[in-house]
C-alpha cells in the first residue's frame, strides 16, 4: 500500500464534494446556539419535517421513556422528555441516518461503529451529570461524533482505510499512527474539516479534533477530556468497534481536568449499560 494517499489539500478537496446534512440539522444547530430559541421554535422544525417528526414520536413513544403511546404531537415530546432531549434525538439520527443512506461499504459495518460512538457519547454525558456541567446534550453529541473522520475515510477511500485498519490491527499499533503513516493526517483533523464543512458548534468541533489526546485548553477542555476518557472507556466495555488497533492509554493529564473518583466506572456501570441498550435500540432501529 502506498504512504501519502491524502494531504490536507486533497482532503479539503473531497469534502467540498461531500453531500450536505438535511436542512433541518443546520436549522436545529441555529436553535442550540440562540440562549433565546424556545420550546415553539424546536416544534415548529421538527414538524415541518415529516420524517423527523415520525421519528421523534416513535422515540418519545419508546421503552427508554415510557409513555407507551401516550404522546401523540411533537409539543408533547418536548414537555414530557425535554427540550434538549428532542433536539439531541433529531440531530443524532440525522447525522446516523445520513451516512447509513449515504454509503456502503462492504468491509465496514455501520452497526458496531455507531454502537460504539452511542456508548462514548453515554458515558461522556454521564462524566457531564458528574461535573454538574451545563449542556449536557453537548456531551452525548460529542461523543456521537468523536469518530466522523473515520467515517470520512470509510466513505472516501473505503479500501485503502480497510487495509490501513488491518494494518493496525496485525501490526498492534494505535490507528492514528496508521492513518499517519499511510495517509499523512489523522481522522481526528479529516473530522474537524467535515464538521467545518457541516457547521457544528465549536464544542463539537474541539472534541472531534482532540478527543485521542484529551487536552483543549479553551472553554471545552471538560468536553473533549470527557469525550477522551469515555472513548477509552467504551472500548473497555465492549460496545461496538472503533477500529482502534492498539487501545490507547488515558493521558493522565486529563484525570486532573475531570478530578473522577476511583470507583467512578464500577458506580455507573449499571447506568452505564441500561443506557447503552435503550439507546442503542432506539437510535439504531429508527426505521423499522
Same mark, same amino acid.
Given at each position: 500500500?502506498?504512504?501519502g494517499?491524502?494531504?490536507?489539500n486533497s482532503?479539503?478537496?473531497?469534502? $467540498? ?7 433541518? +440539522?443546520y436549522?436545529?444547530i441555529?436553535?442550540?446556539d440562540n ?6 421554535d ?7 419535517d ?13 421503552p ?6 401516550r ?5 408533547q415530546?418536548?414537555?414530557y ?19 447509513n443512506k ?12 455507531w454502537? *460504539? ?18 449542556g449536557?446534550?453537548? +456531551?452525548?453529541l ?19 482505510y480497510s487495509s490501513?485498519?488491518k494494518?493496525?490491527v ?9 492513518e499517519l503513516?499511510? !495517509?499523512?493526517?489523522?481522522? $481526528?483533523?479529516a473530522?474537524?474539516i ?15 479534533r ?9 472553554? *471545552?477542555?471538560?468536553?473533549v477530556a470527557?469525550t ?5 472507556a467504551?472500548?473497555? +466495555?465492549g460496545y461496538? +468497534?472503533?477500529?482502534?488497533?492498539l487501545?490507547p492509554?488515558?493521558n493522565k493529564?486529563?484525570w ?12 455507573f456501570?449499571?447506568q452505564?449499560?441500561?443506557?447503552y ?5 432506539l437510535l !439504531?432501529r429508527?426505521?423499522?
Amino acid at each position: 500500500m502506498k504512504t501519502g494517499l491524502l494531504d490536507i489539500n486533497s482532503l479539503i478537496r473531497r469534502v $467540498d464534494a461531500f453531500p450536505t446534512l438535511p436542512t433541518i +440539522y443546520y436549522r436545529l444547530i441555529e436553535i442550540m446556539d440562540n440562549p433565546r430559541s424556545t420550546v415553539m421554535d424546536v416544534s415548529e422544525i421538527i414538524s415541518s419535517d415529516q420524517s423527523s417528526a415520525a421519528k421523534v414520536l416513535k422515540a418519545a413513544n419508546s421503552p427508554i421513556y415510557g409513555f407507551y403511546g401516550r404522546i401523540e404531537s411533537i409539543s408533547q415530546a418536548i414537555s414530557y422528555i425535554g427540550f434538549d432531549e428532542v433536539k439531541n434525538l433529531v440531530i443524532a439520527m440525522t447525522i446516523i441516518d445520513f451516512f447509513n443512506k449515504h454509503f456502503e461499504n462492504r468491509n465496514f459495518n455501520p452497526v458496531k461503529f455507531w454502537q *460504539h460512538s452511542i456508548g462514548v457519547g453515554i458515558m461522556s454525558r454521564l462524566i457531564g451529570q458528574y461535573l454538574n456541567a451545563s449542556g449536557l446534550e453537548v +456531551y452525548f453529541l460529542a461523543g456521537i461524533m468523536h469518530d466522523i473522520g473515520k467515517l470520512l475515510f470509510h466513505s472516501t477511500i473505503p479500501d485503502e482505510y480497510s487495509s490501513i485498519i488491518k494494518y493496525a490491527v496485525e501490526n498492534e499499533i494505535h490507528i492514528r499512527d496508521a492513518e499517519l503513516k499511510f !495517509l499523512g493526517l489523522t481522522h $481526528d483533523v479529516a473530522g474537524e474539516i467535515l464538521a467545518e464543512k457541516w457547521s457544528f458548534p465549536q464544542s463539537i468541533k474541539c472534541a472531534i479534533r482532540y478527543h485521542s489526546n484529551g487536552i483543549s485548553n479553551n472553554k *471545552h477542555r471538560e468536553i473533549v477530556a470527557a469525550t477522551h476518557v469515555s472513548n477509552i472507556a467504551v472500548n473497555m +466495555y465492549g460496545y461496538g +468497534y472503533s477500529d482502534s488497533g492498539l487501545l490507547p492509554s488515558p493521558n493522565k493529564a486529563v484525570w486532573n481536568i475531570l478530578d473522577l473518583p476511583n470507583n467512578f466506572f464500577s458506580n455507573f456501570n449499571k447506568q452505564m449499560t441500561d443506557s447503552y441498550i435503550d439507546s442503542s435500540n432506539l437510535l !439504531l432501529r429508527q426505521n423499522d
